[in-house]
């Protein structure tokens, strides 16, 4: 079976701590990846990659200390090794200019506003990742617990 | 003050010379005296030779015969004439004869004038008195101008500083009553968490004391680690002592390096395994216990910001406030070295909560600035003097000036002007980040005294300056 990964990147611990919690229901099909920043990130992005797995979806915030969020999308979105990883903006304070590149740059999938409501998130990562495991050609059938299936059937027709 | 071309200096000199030196047609003004009364018909045109002269208009008609000094004349004033300037400009050479204003002097002062009989000298070569006069309208016309330009950027100011009271004032009402609000339920927050969690912590130790260990460990967790430091732990921990993903990011909290990791018994590693569910609970009640402190700590500050009522008094005594500041942040001063050079100051029309907010705001600041660059032998130097500023217009001209310095970082050039606006902060680093609010409570207050404040940052030295007016002119809101 496939390791396959989501990451969140937050410079905030409690709110790593939140997501992560709101996406346990993932786990331990999922592993659960946290970043404390783009650098961070990027050097986790490297180790997954080393140890053969996917990243299916990557959670980030908008303003941290050194470079947005906007950048580590517009990084990730022009590297080939990622190019089927989903990408969510989760922020409470993105401007207009932000959002757009973070859409146009990044490529972004969706975005989420803080405070988020737990289970719009979490089903949200779950169509993620089911559009992720179609998509890079990963047997479906040991997630099929954790997909979405509107999803999945759409994909399957 | 009025410059003007040769062209024009030279014959308005050749008018002076020829019209306003016949010892006949100069008068003495006692100060105080007046030389035209408002509404008064007279056929005269004066040059100032010496002293000064106001000008006032009065809207009534005033009936007193005996005009008193300057201090008394009731009236708006319009203008100030000094030597060299002309008066009844306007009136003499329109013809009416008729003075707006009522002219007295300030101090001793002279005048030369010519009247509608006085005969132009030399026609033949300079033309009529109207032709020879010429270069005394120009004059006047400038002096004009210059006395509009000077009252409309005062007025400008004045509506400058009008808006910011009014801004200030409505900010004020709308944080107050947010924090009235807000107020009652962080508490309610704050103190609940605090209950849960010491009841959680008995109820658990009475049934299972690994459980109540595992508790504690999260709610007294201060390892603050970054993510990425907990991930790599974790990795090795998941890895050597076949943990799951959640379990060993526990672990990885509560023995972040081998030393500690050695200390733990076998038997409560293999419990992390099953139950890390209660050392999360802990870190949940922990970080509900952080954010409501935080919470009421903007409330509070939200509160101070709004204002409410000042109550402003003669008499206040800066020093005893500054000394105030350092014992209520003694606990924050514990390892920096405070210096005081309090010198002999007038007492000041204040509100001593006041001050005392505008000098803990900086003091507090300096503190978290150089604990945040650990500044190696922090320091904060608080110097008090009084100062006596230039005769200003409109303006106070005795002043306490308090310094208050530390040789932490310096504020970079591009955020100077930004630190005084709410919200802007460079506090943000976990559940340490600041309110933002500080430094715009100080502006607040600071602008309502008629007060300034001078910022000098180096890499050396970075110095807050508050000059305080010791007397109050704009009223006390």
Known sequence: ?157 | MISLPDSIMHPLKRVNRVYFTDPDRILAIPAGGTLVRQNEECHRLFLVLRGTFVAYRRSDNFEGSELPAETQVRGQEVFRAEPRSYVCVQAFFSRSYHSSYHIAAVEDAEVAYIDDTTPAVDEEHYGTLEQQFVPVLVHELAARNFRIFTHVSEKEEAVRLLQRAEMASVLGQLSAGIAHELNNAVGVISRRTDFVAENLSSFLGENDPQNARLFRYGYEDESFLSAGEVRTRARAYERDLDMSQEASRVLAHIAPDDATLKRLDTRFIKHIRRHFRFWELGHDLRDLRMASRHASGIVRAVKLLGGGSSSREAGVDVNQSVRDALNLLSAKLKNITVRTQLGELPSVFADPTELLQIWTNIISNACDAMQHAETPQPMVCITTTTLHAENLQLLPTEYVAVTISNNGPSIPEEIRDKIFQPSFTTKKKGMDFGLGLGLSIVRRLVDSYGATVELHSSDIITSFTINLPTTQIHGND
């Open chain 1, 1 to 157: 079976m496939e390791t396959i990964n989501i990451i969140c990147v937050d410079d905030q611990p409690e709110v790593l701590d939140s997501v992560l919690r709101d996406l346990r229901p993932l786990s331990p099909l999922i592993r659960l990846e946290e970043a404390s920043g783009t650098e961070d990130c990027l050097r986790l992005l490297e180790q997954i990659d080393e140890d053969g797995g996917h990243v299916a979806v990557l959670i980030t915030d908008q303003v941290m200390p050194g470079n947005t969020g906007t950048d580590l999308l517009a990084k990730v979105t022009g590297d080939a090794r990622f190019s089927h990883t989903r990408k969510i903006l989760l922020t409470g304070q993105a401007t207009h200019a932000d959002t757009i590149n973070a859409i146009n740059e990044g490529r972004l999938d969706n975005y989420v506003e803080k405070p988020w409501e737990p289970e719009k998130l979490l089903n949200m990562v779950k169509r993620l990742l089911t559009l992720y495991i179609m998509e890079a050609g990963i047997d479906y059938k040991p997630y099929m617990s954790i997909l979405d299936n509107a999803t999945l059937f759409s994909k399957l027709r």
